[in-house]
């Protein structure tokens, strides 16, 4: 037999398919793997994996990488933890065919990104001119990990319609603009997305100057819209991947429609809805999600799937700046304020804080946030004081309302002032019955989104981290679910372990499962003087290989990651 470039000795190794791990070397030559059986000889270079689990790469099915991958195509965040392939194009958000101003006003303020930074990255970087020179593009970068995409449906509104109209209620695109739309999702296709993203969810706005206070263009969309290009996606066996409007149960009723076979006779629409998550606002949210799920897929004959992400939903905040304010009328009016000096002239008036209060006081009705000042830690402020104690703390020591004392300090503070709460996935015995679920898939990580709100870049790794320290369902079990299980769902050419394949492999160190995964931790943004949260647990990832090169190691990324190392590339789905 032919000399290795790479043999992985000795450890644990699961194939992804949910099959039992076995102890074995795991060979790999020219970017592939040639043989897993033990005792090969060495190779160029040789991991000793004793003690530790050998895995197919994990795979992240809900980033928003778009900006991120033109300018840092290392995605490094990613693979120090074991991801060897993300999906971006999200939340009917991608860069293909609209304009530069148009991406940063969609990205910027839903996904709390930089306007200046996704508006510099598409402008600097576009080459392409339609999907398959678009991904010809992403393909030709010196890629850290292999990514795929969706197509998204606000940026072909834009493209078709233009901004002003595309995020005008009263609007509707007329048929040739609807045959135009259909025409780029085929493209698209063609190129290899993985399908259409969309969104319903009425509290993601606009950024910039021009329509600051509108919705994302795919929810002024009408269900016949949603319609024509879902009988593209159903044609062509692709995903439909959408943010439902959680309010409103008529609309989840038309997503499981959309996605029923059996009963119309017709071939399922693969959905992917956010999110399965156990809600302190409402503790029965997630068992009936799980539930009509399972009657959808079961009496329907959908193909229907719940993302989940498998840890607790921990969120910062600095002042008010976080998304869950979107989803009540003062929040929102407040967040259309950018201007500082503005802002706490709102912030300050007494009227205005009636209504933050009463909306505050609301216990009753769909939402997101539980709205309990007693349940948010301070973290960081000027006034030391205040730190480690909850906004009732402050109201209490100054004979005030718990909203009033969040706003005195973010009138006196800003964006100083920075908090913390915990607004789903607090009970382990739910989140364990959840991620056993068919029902649901592992996902909902926002990788390269919400810089300084939250961090589950290593979701996954976390998750094996809480199999392993559970035991609630066979490690075997859970590697597949975060591996083949999403690859041939999704229809990638990824999560598996076999002879032939291609070289993307995860070395887990359970040694290194210390508890550190969720602990705070901010570094660089790349390319910027931005700063974001990110998770850093070294120790658990002794090396993650993508395309037969060896990218990272217990904390060390190689020479050119990043940069002049070409290890990534550009999945297509089939």
């Given at each position: 037999?032919?000399?290795?470039?790479?043999?992985?000795?000795?450890?644990?190794?699961?194939?992804?398919?949910?099959?039992?791990?076995?102890?074995?070397?795991?060979?790999?030559?020219?970017?592939?793997?040639?043989?897993?059986?033990?005792n090969?000889?060495?190779?160029?270079?040789?991991?000793?994996?004793?003690?530790?689990?050998?895995?197919?790469?994990?795979?992240?099915?809900?980033?928003?990488?778009?900006?991120?991958v033109?300018?840092?195509?290392?995605?490094?965040?990613?693979?120090?933890?074991?991801?060897?392939?993300?999906?971006?194009?999200?939340?009917?958000?991608?860069?293909?065919?609209?304009?530069?101003?148009?991406?940063?006003?969609?990205?910027?303020?839903?996904?709390?990104?930089?306007?200046?930074?996704?508006?510099?990255?598409?402008?600097?970087?576009r080459?392409?001119?339609?999907?398959?020179?678009?991904?010809?593009?992403?393909?030709?970068?010196?890629?850290?990990?292999?990514v795929?995409?969706?197509?998204?449906?606000?940026?072909?509104?834009?493209?078709?319609?233009?901004?002003?109209?595309?995020?005008?209620?009263?609007?509707?695109?007329?048929?040739?603009?609807?045959?135009?739309?259909?025409?780029?999702?085929?493209?698209?296709?063609?190129?290899?997305?993985?399908?259409?993203?969309?969104i319903?969810?009425?509290?993601?706005?606009?950024?910039?100057?021009?329509?600051?206070?509108?919705?994302?263009?795919?929810?002024?969309?009408?269900?016949?819209?949603?319609?024509?290009?879902?009988?593209?996606?159903?044609?062509?066996?692709?995903?439909?991947?959408?943010?439902?409007?959680l309010?409103?149960?008529?609309?989840?009723?038309?997503?499981?429609?959309?996605?029923?076979?059996?009963?119309?006779?017709?071939?399922p629409?693969?959905?992917?809805?956010?999110?399965?998550?156990?809600?302190?606002?409402?503790?029965?949210?997630?068992?009936?999600a799980?539930?009509?799920?399972?009657?959808?897929?079961?009496?329907?004959?959908?193909?229907?799937?719940?993302?989940?992400?498998?840890?607790?939903?921990?969120?910062?905040?600095?002042?008010?700046?976080?998304?869950?304010?979107?989803?009540?009328?003062?929040?929102?009016?407040?967040?259309?304020?950018?201007?500082?000096?503005?802002?706490?002239?709102?912030?300050?008036?007494?009227?205005?804080?009636?209504?933050f209060?009463?909306?505050?006081?609301?216990?009753?009705?769909?939402?997101?946030?539980?709205?309990?000042?007693?349940?948010?830690e301070?973290?960081?402020?000027?006034?030391?004081?205040?730190?480690?104690?909850?906004?009732?703390?402050?109201?209490?020591?100054?004979?005030?309302?718990?909203?009033?004392?969040?706003?005195?300090?973010?009138?006196?503070?800003?964006?100083?002032?920075?908090?913390?709460?915990?607004?789903?996935?607090?009970?382990?015995?739910?989140?364990?019955?959840?991620?056993?679920?068919?029902?649901?898939?592992?996902?909902?990580?926002?990788?390269?989104?919400?810089?300084?709100?939250?961090?589950?870049?290593?979701?996954?790794?976390?998750?094996?981290?809480?199999?392993?320290?559970?035991?609630?369902?066979?490690?075997?079990?859970?590697?597949h679910?975060?591996?083949a299980e999403?690859?041939?769902?999704?229809?990638?050419?990824?999560?598996?372990?076999?002879?032939?394949?291609?070289?993307?492999?995860?070395?887990?160190?359970?040694?290194?499962?210390?508890?550190?995964?969720?602990?705070y931790?901010?570094?660089?943004?790349?390319?910027?003087?931005?700063?974001?949260?990110?998770?850093?647990?070294?120790?658990?990832?002794?090396?993650?290989?993508?395309?037969?090169?060896?990218?990272?190691?217990?904390?060390?990324?190689?020479?050119?990651?990043?940069?002049?190392?070409?290890?990534?590339?550009?999945?297509?789905?089939?």
């Open positions: 037999m032919a000399g290795f470039d790479v043999v992985v000795r000795g450890g644990s190794v699961y194939d992804g398919t949910g099959a039992a791990p076995v102890s074995s070397d795991v060979g790999v030559r020219d970017g592939t793997i040639v043989a897993i059986e033990p090969l000889p060495d190779g160029r270079r040789t991991i000793d994996a004793t003690g530790t689990w050998v895995i197919p790469g994990m795979i992240d099915v809900h980033t928003h990488y778009d900006a991120e033109l300018t840092s195509p290392g995605l490094g965040e990613s693979a120090r933890h074991g991801v060897t392939a993300v999906v971006f194009g999200n939340c009917s958000l991608s860069t293909v065919f609209a304009e530069a101003e148009d991406c940063a006003d969609m990205f910027a303020r839903v996904e709390a990104l930089p306007w200046d930074v996704v508006n510099d990255a598409v402008k600097e970087h080459t392409w001119t339609d999907p398959r020179s678009y991904a010809e593009a992403i393909r030709s970068k010196p890629l850290g990990i292999n795929a995409a969706f197509i998204g449906h606000s940026d072909i509104r834009v493209a078709v319609m233009g901004l002003g109209r595309a995020v005008h209620a009263d609007v509707r695109p007329s048929a040739s603009e609807l045959d135009r739309m259909a025409a780029m999702l085929e493209q698209a296709l063609d190129a290899g997305f993985v399908g259409l993203s969309t319903r969810s009425s509290f993601s706005k606009l950024e910039g100057k021009r329509f600051p206070t509108r919705q994302l263009p795919s929810t002024y969309a009408t269900w016949a819209e949603y319609r024509r290009l879902n009988t593209v996606l159903r044609t062509r066996n692709r995903v439909h991947q959408s943010t439902p409007n309010t409103s149960r008529v609309e989840m009723v038309r997503y499981f429609a959309q996605s029923a076979g059996r009963l119309f006779r017709r071939r629409l693969k959905t992917s809805l956010l999110s399965a998550a156990d809600i302190k606002a409402d503790r029965t949210v997630a068992r009936a799980v539930g009509a799920a399972w009657a959808a897929n079961r009496l329907g004959g959908a193909n229907l799937r719940w993302q989940h992400l498998p840890v607790p939903f921990e969120v910062y905040a600095d002042g008010i700046d976080l998304v869950i304010f979107e989803e009540f009328g003062s929040g929102s009016a407040a967040l259309n304020i950018r201007e500082v000096l503005a802002r706490n002239e709102l912030l300050a008036d007494e009227q205005y804080r009636r209504s209060r009463k909306d505050l006081s609301k216990r009753f009705g769909p939402r997101v946030w539980h709205r309990d000042l007693a349940d948010a301070i973290v960081g402020c000027p006034d030391a004081a205040v730190v480690g104690k909850s906004f009732a703390d402050i109201a209490a020591e100054r004979g005030i309302t718990a909203p009033d004392a969040l706003l005195d300090l973010t009138v006196e503070h800003g964006d100083k002032l920075r908090w913390r709460t915990t607004i789903a996935n607090d009970r382990d015995d739910v989140l364990d019955w959840l991620q056993t679920s068919p029902m649901v898939q592992i996902g909902f990580a926002d990788s390269g989104a919400h810089l300084r709100n939250m961090a589950f870049y290593n979701a996954n790794l976390r998750l094996l981290e809480r199999v392993h320290a559970r035991g609630f369902m066979p490690l075997e079990q859970a590697v679910r975060v591996t999403l690859a041939d769902w999704y229809g990638l050419d990824a999560g598996r372990l076999a002879v032939g394949k291609r070289a993307d492999l995860a070395v887990i160190d359970p040694a290194g499962f210390d508890g550190s995964s969720g602990r931790a901010e570094s660089r943004f790349p390319g910027t003087g931005v700063h974001r949260m990110v998770n850093r647990n070294d120790a658990a990832v002794a090396a993650t290989m993508v395309g037969g090169h060896i990218v990272y190691e217990y904390g060390e990324f190689a020479p050119g990651f990043g940069s002049t190392l070409h290890a990534g590339t550009f999945l297509t789905a089939s």
